[in-house]
């Protein structure tokens, strides 16, 4: 979950002692982006939008954009998720906020498709995540190297 800061504010008040102004300095605080959206929600839009891409992958292609996906088979359903993934950081340099908002929705229906495509469960991502949870960036990408170690049984050729 990504937190942004509130910017610091001065606040002019009244010193009692001499009734001059003083500027008061208020703490930075943090708050959370979901705070005007129920957070288990959150994630069961999530849930709700995979479960109709499961309903829909059996559907009639031409009147399902889920369904036409998913008949083109994983290839092309990875790399229209990739295309919208390219597009989001577009937007995310661009600095256009509004149009990153919408990518990201474009490239989380389309990473659920994926999902749908090779048979993964919104649960089983969920439950990774919790297993990361608390666990350093760092630290939990060095612990992925020890089980397949970078570049292990890759050759590498020098390219003139």
Known sequence: MMV???KKKTVTKTNKKTSAPSAVKIKSRRVSPLADID???????????????????DADPAVSHSARL????????AQKFGEEAVECLI??????????I????????HLLVLWVAVGVEP??????????????????????????????????????
């Open 91 to 100: 937007e995310a340099v661009s600095g256009d906020k509004e149009a990153l």
């Open 123 to 160: 649960a089983e991502v969920w439950r990774e995540l919790t297993k990361r949870e608390g666990i350093s960036g760092i630290a939990e990408k060095a612990s992925r190297a020890k089980i397949l170690p970078r570049n292990a049984g890759l050759k590498t050729t020098k390219i003139p």
């Open 4 to 6: 942004k800061a509130v």
């Open 102 to 109: 919408g990518e990201s929705a474009d490239v989380l229906y």
């Open 39 to 57: 957070p288990d929600n959150a994630v069961q839009v999530l849930n709700r939008l995979w479960e109709v891409v499961m309903q829909r992958r």
């Open 70 to 77: 998913l008949s083109r088979g994983i290839g092309k359903v």
